[in-house]
């Protein structure tokens, strides 16, 4: 990344007016591409974009720059924390959103009684009706197999933390089992 000085008269005056640029690799060979415009600068907001600059591309394309300039100080305030980037990391994403709109069309329609009324009759670790909230949620998210369900999609979701279901995330015996089990108790209590 650089910064790029863009001349310009106007009624017999030159005007200087900045841009950042970086290079990138294209097929026709390495084009600039323009990030922002920056405008006029005067001397000190010149060299403090100019610092930015250099800061940014000493340390790589992916860290983060500092939020406040070397010169500010952080506030006193409680409520305000540091921040060490550097340290920060991102552990056991989830899947949220799609599995959040599914439980929540899932209660829309009223399932999680119904389905709590006619399954959970007995004093299983995960109620029966949360079971079917999982599997008719992962149709609706990423349609698989009640296997790939256990061991790759379920993992992978917070549905756990929305449905309130302590671990182990899916009981055994199979999940397999268990769907047929919920679909025979459904059928019995029906009939």
């Known amino acids: 990344m650089f910064l790029r000085e863009h001349q310009r008269f106007k009624d017999g005056k030159e005007h200087g007016y900045w841009s950042l640029v970086e290079t990138i690799r294209t097929v026709d060979g390495p084009r600039q591409r323009t990030l922002c415009y920056l405008g006029e600068l005067n001397s000190s907001a010149h060299a403090r974009w100019q610092k930015t600059v250099e800061v940014f591309n000493e340390q790589g394309e992916t860290t983060q720059l500092k939020l406040f300039p070397s010169e500010a100080e952080a506030s006193d305030d409680p409520n ?34 119904f389905f709590a009324q006619h399954l959970d009759v007995d004093g299983a670790d995960v109620p029966w009706s949360r079971v079917a909230a999982v599997l008719a949620i992962n149709r609706l ?31 055994h015996p199979n999940v397999n089992d268990r769907t047929v089990r919920v679909i025979v108790t459904w059928a019995r209590d029906k009939s």
Do not use: N
């Not at 921040?83 to 999680?112: M, N, P, S």
């Open 80 to 113: 305000v924390a540091r921040v060490l980037v550097k340290k920060v990391r991102v552990e056991r994403t989830r899947r949220f959103g799609d599995c959040y709109l599914g439980l929540e069309l899932w209660k829309q329609l009223e399932l999680a009684e």
């Open 141 to 171: 998210c990423a349609p698989g197999s009640e296997l790939a369900v256990e061991q790759h999609w379920y993992p992978s979701t917070a549905l756990d933390d929305l449905l309130h279901i302590e671990s182990p995330p899916m009981p």
